[in-house]
């Protein structure tokens, strides 16, 4: 019996090693996002938010249209654009319209949103470390790989 089965109290061997290695990343995944939401909800941010946040953060003055945000979120996310009203709601970002073309709009992080990820920075650093710091640089890389692989395959 393989650890997988043990956990889920599975008791037949799975159909092939492909849907064993399948459901172990989602099991792992699970575990992983789990432990990021409690992280973020001390902040009362979802991952989702603190995506956005980040990639305001690296967007810099320019900022990103919405279509620009859903093509660099982590996760998809069906509504991005409710995702942002949520942060501007907040004061965490705020939005605008380009003086050279009015259809364009542009999204950017307040200073109060840039404090809060400033806040999470030392936290998340933690979190990674806690989380994956027991694997050897190898063992990261080769799991990388490995994930950029397996995504490549899955189309996104």
Known sequence: MTRLQAEIKQTKPFGSVEEEAYLNLLRTTDALVRTEVELLRE???SPSQYNVLRILRGAGDAGVTCREMSERLLT???DVTRLIDRLENRGLLQRGRLDLDRRVV???ITEEG???L????????????EHLGHLTGEQLRTLISLLEIARDRAGS
């Open 43 to 45: 902040f009362g941010l």
């Open 76 to 78: 998809r996310d069906p």
């Open 106 to 108: 542009r999204t950017t």
């Open 114 to 116: 840039l404090s809060l």
């Open 118 to 129: 400033a806040r999470l920075d030392d936290p998340a650093r933690r979190w990674s470390k």
